[in-house]
T-cell receptor, first 112, second 114 residues
């Protein structure tokens, strides 16, 4: 079992729809990261959170430390949101504070 | 302010060859981490450099080695290339002791081994 699990693996939505991507993890962490990866490879950090909720524009990230679960929401989705969204966790276990452990990503496609 | 830069963008090598990838961290950052991302998978941690030393290492063989220079830039070297080394190699920089280990990623180097 992977230490970071994401669902769904693939997601197709119509423009304007509300989107939720889920992430569960099985290790202790100091922070959880949501990242966006466009075709071609470059990764952009969207959020880093250790508790509660963060909002940036149409993106909202929440985390429940007790349940070891986080969600990424996109409101009023747009075709330019099409990308792979990756959940990653860092710190707090086995001395491996220096690295991130990644989920496999959720490929989102938003149709006009 | 330039972000994290990597070179080259793409690289094609044959089995058995050696390759060197380069990374310059974001201004003000002093740690560099390297990740390997196979097609359709999430990135896997290779190692992290800080103060010119390898501080942590993931589950990668000794064929993978690195270096960090006094200006914080870093190199990833892979010897005796295998077909399975074909992947996107990502570099990320951060600040040592930065809470939560926020990292900024470069655009990656796509390595193809034939």
């Amino acid at each position: 079992k992977n230490e970071v699990e994401q669902s769904p693996q693939n997601l197709t939505a119509q423009e304007g729809e509300f989107i939720t991507i889920n992430c569960s993890y099985s290790v202790g962490i100091s922070a959880l990261h949501w990242l966006q990866q466009h075709p071609g490879g470059g990764i952009v950090s969207l959020f880093m959170l250790s508790s509660g909720k963060k909002k940036h524009g149409r993106l909202i990230a929440t985390i429940n430390i007790q349940e070891k679960h986080s969600s990424l929401h996109i409101t009023a989705s747009h075709p330019r949101d099409s990308a792979v969204y990756i959940c990653a966790v860092s710190g707090g276990y086995g001395g491996s504070q220096g690295n991130l452990i990644f989920g496999k990503g959720t490929k989102l496609s938003v149709k006009p | 302010d330039a972000g994290v830069t990597q070179s080259p963008t793409h690289l094609i090598k044959t089995r058995g060859q050696q390759v060197t990838l380069r990374c310059s961290p974001k201004s003000g950052h002093d740690t560099v981490s390297w990740y390997q991302q196979a097609l359709g998978q999430g990135p896997q941690f290779i190692f992290q450099y800080y103060e010119e030393e390898e501080r942590q290492r993931g589950n990668f063989p000794d064929r993978f080695s690195g270096h960090q220079f006094p200006n914080y830039s870093s190199e990833l070297n892979v010897n005796a290339l295998l077909l399975g080394d074909s992947a996107l190699y990502l570099c990320a920089s951060g600040i040592a002791g930065g809470g939560g280990n926020e990292q900024f990623f470069g655009p990656g180097t796509r390595l193809t081994v034939l």
